[in-house]
Nanobody
């Protein structure tokens, strides 16, 4: 079992920045890929970014490429999402997730999910 707890969400003006954190605990040795997803009201959950836990390879949705950066601290079992140049369309609940494989990292087929943190970007 893996437990994930997100933090760092909030209200920010367009053009501003936020840093989300995800604390992982439990059987984290099995966490091969860590991902961030988001879900806006009335929309499906969508992929934002992912990182391979061991080698650090990163993946981004086109909509956030160049603005968001995913990183991890293996020693602390933490994953971060630095979000810059935020836009109103970035408003959503952001979820941290992990899976035991390194395939299909942009899909929602992850094994464990956090409870989510709200990000609201005002225009």
């Amino acid at each position: 079992q893996v437990q994930l707890v997100e933090s760092g969400g909030g209200l920010v003006q367009a053009g501003g920045s936020l840093r989300l954190s995800c604390a992982a605990s439990g059987s984290t040795f099995s966490s091969y890929t860590m991902g961030w997803f988001r879900q806006a009201p009335g929309k499906e959950r969508e992929f934002v970014a992912a990182i391979r836990w061991t080698v650090g390879s990163t993946y981004y949705a086109d909509s956030v490429k160049g603005r968001f950066t995913i990183s991890r601290d293996n020693a602390k079992s933490m994953v971060y999402l630095q979000m810059n140049s935020l836009k109103p369309e970035d408003t959503a609940v952001y979820y941290c997730a992990t899976k035991r494989t390194i395939v299909a990292v942009t899909t929602t087929r992850y094994d464990y999910w956090g409870q989510g943190t709200q990000v609201t970007v005002s225009s």
